[in-house]
């Protein structure tokens, strides 16, 4: 009898191995958001906000979202920009800045002359064009979109560590207004700008922090190598913030889109329900700041200087006798705010330029879109009720999260850093002829974002 029952047992097991084997597998996206994109796919000839999601989610993100990037399987001639990265990231950073301008031109000329080095001997720069050149006639086969992702970030971060030079960032590579990059650096930018639909030559959200995590959720191109605990957990657990940020994020932007469907097609209460579900996971997304921005997970006394410097850019190009200059990035490029000011109806945060310099067309697509169709400003009096409840909640959620970001901010950008000028790495530096100090400088800000709060409604 146990003889037959473990037969029996043994049977089942090699069956049932077998049928699951033969069932298709779902091609299932790190985040378990399988269905959600079946229904856009049913969806993209109804509405264009669900076509857009879908083009954002297949091509920018590689068939994920946040994006999915791969840093290991690059074509050969490729491969020597993450190993020089890697290879001098440990003389990036130095514990204690020098406030001496010669000592530190001198590390920086050296960080500046083995990165060349380093690159001249190992790239075959004809070979690299080829290659985005190949990728640009649409032969995606040769770099596929993840490894294309992983390629936009590692030629972002060596670009980053080429202007600086020397983290912290100091005074005399702040007042460097043009920079003369190698040109393995230069050869592959423009492709990968035009590709991604942006004009900068500095980077972005998107390249710099979202690129920058593998398929195994690690970051790849660390700013801090070697040194204290502190700073490197305080580095991790900022760029770490964004992502998760955008990975809560994309179930959000698929109720946006089913809102507007819903309240196109006169259903409201669907489109009650899903208003209900974007309150709902807004609450939990925006936990992912109120957690971590905090003493204890960031810590005031290395974010400046450790962590936010790298992120600046503040240099440009000559043209026509003119400087045009270029930003470095902030939380301004995340997308969730964009799409759901767009969604709540609001003028957009950003000027037009800055949209096409920093922020990827089709994640610009995406909040054009939404704003197109943003129906709060529709709502009838009464009879949409529900529907305006809903937007209501949403809207406080959002104020809660402007108020506590510009209380939570300044402590950070108030640190002491006498080994360079006030500046953020979003607007770069800010201490001028028409600023006289830190605090001055630091008031435009705060002012800044005191009139996002209020413009909040
Ligand atoms: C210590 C960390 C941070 C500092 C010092 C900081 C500082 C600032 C400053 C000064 C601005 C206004 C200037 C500009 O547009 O660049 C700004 C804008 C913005 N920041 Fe931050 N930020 C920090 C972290 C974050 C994080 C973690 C997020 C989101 C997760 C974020 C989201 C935003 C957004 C969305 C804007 C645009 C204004 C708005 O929509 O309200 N920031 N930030």
Known sequence: ???????????????????????????????????KIQDLRTLKDRHETASILLELFDKDGAGAWPPKANHDSWPLALRPYKDIYLELAPLLTTTEPSLDDNVNNKRRNKYRSLMRKLLTERINIAQVEEIMAAVEAGNWDILPRDAYNGFYACVAVCRYAYRWAIIPVVKVAQL????????????????????????????????NVLHNF?????RVYKINVGMSYLIRSSEEVFFRMFYDLEVLAFPIYYEMVRAVICFEENDKVSCVNHLENIAFRLRHLLRVFYENLTESRISHSVWLRYVQGFQGWGVGRMVDGELIKYD?????????????????????????????????????????????????????????????DEVR???????????????????????????????????????????????????????MLATRLKETV
């Open 1 to 35: 009898m146990i003889f037959f029952l473990c037969f029996l047992g043994a049977l089942i097991i090699v069956l049932g191995s077998l049928f699951l084997r033969r069932r298709p597998r779902p091609v299932e996206d790190k985040t378990g958001n399988v269905l």
């Open 214 to 218: 593998n398929e195994r959720g690690e």
């Open 393 to 447: 909640k949403i809207v406080n959620h959002l104020k809660v999260f402007r108020a506590a970001h510009k209380a939570r901010v300044m402590p950070y950008l108030e640190q002491p850093a006498p080994e360079r000028l006030t500046m953020t790495a979003g607007k770069s530096v800010l201490e001028g002829p028409t600023t006289k100090d830190t605090k001055e400088a630091l008031k435009v800000l705060d002012q």
């Open 328 to 388: 470095g990035l902030s939380g301004n490029h995340v997308l969730f705010f964009q799409a759901l000011d767009a969604f709540l109806g609001m003028d957009r945060y950003l000027t037009d330029e800055n949209m096409i310099r920093y922020i990827p067309i089709n994640q610009r697509e995406l909040c054009i879109a939404l704003n197109e169709h943003s129906f709060r400003n529709k709502l009838k009096e009464h009879s949409d009720m529900k529907i305006e």
């Open 176 to 207: 460097e207004k043009v920079v003369d990059f190698p040109q393995e650096l230069d050869a592959p930018w423009p492709y990968l700008q035009r590709n991604f639909g942006v004009t900068a030559e500095s980077g972005n959200n998107t390249a």
